[in-house]
């Protein structure tokens, strides 16, 4: 499976490593490594970063043979530890949304250098997230069901940019998007439901923040002080940005933020060991 998965990467400008360690991004659900691609991977590589996205399995070009529907949030670990495993050094890891969970499940196992959780699925678990969509906007389950079946009708392109993105995201790139949703591991999506789905720290120092947008419709910045405290980690807020902040105009102040994080909590790395 390890070398079977989609993994976009980016050589530091110039091949002129800054000493930090290698960032790994990690998707969040219905999603693919290009959400990472398009913008945030090039910014970190001109500025010295060896940079990779993984697709979890069943996502972009990674398979899943075991059928999608029975991948676990374990399995989603395995993907990300494998790939960590292949790199020259032990990576950063960031994670958005579903992905920030899965992070956070690594992260209770093993440290590394540094983590950040994008957008991170509350230690509430979802369930209370899609209780107030349902009450607020029930029309959203039914166009995000469609969305996720292919079905890209106006409206339903309407409600993804409503929920996801805001009234300044590009129209390319919405409609480069649909070339990039997936349905979601029905398992993945019930393991995430409940109080308590999130892993409980684990022993040791990983450096860690929470980064989320101020315009996120699904979770909210209070959402995200829940996350940076259980880890008693700091929470930075992007005013004005949504879910799909990495893909959104404004997407620099993510990696700006990323980046002084990196710079003040990560210790630069000895050279890398040959493979």
Known sequence: MPHSLEVNSLAPAGRKSNGFPPLLFVHGAYCDAWCWSVNVLPWFAARGYA??????????????????????????????????????ARPVLIGHSMGASVVERLLAQEGFPGAALVSPVPPSGLLPVLTRLWWGRPDFFWHAQRIHEGMFDVVSLNTLREF????????????????????????????????????????HDTPL???????????????????????????????????????????????????????SSVPIQDPPRER
């Not at 993984?54 to 949030?73: C, F, I, N, T, Y």
């Not at 949703?181 to 019930?190: D, F, G, H, Q, T």
């Not at 259980?230 to 959104?248: F, S």
């Open 209 to 263: 923040c929470v980064i989320t947008g101020g315009a996120d419709a699904l979770f909210t910045p209070e959402d995200a002080e829940a996350t940076a405290r259980r880890h008693a980690a700091h929470t930075i807020v992007l005013d004005g940005l949504p879910h799909m902040l990495m893909l959104e105009p404004g997407w620099e102040r993510l990696a700006e933020a990323l980046d002084a994080f990196i710079k």
């Open 51 to 88: 940079v990779h996205a993984l697709s979890l399995r069943g996502h972009g070009k990674s398979p899943a043979p075991e059928g999608l529907d029975q991948v676990s949030l374990a399995d989603y670990v395995a993907d990300i530890r494998a790939v960590a495993a292949d790199l020259p």
């Open 164 to 203: 996801y993105f805001t009234e300044r995201a590009p129209r390319e790139v919405l409609a480069e998007a649909r070339h990039h949703l997936y349905p979601e591991s029905s398992r993945a999506v019930m393991e995430l439901a409940w109080r308590g789905s999130t892993a409980q720290p684990g022993d």
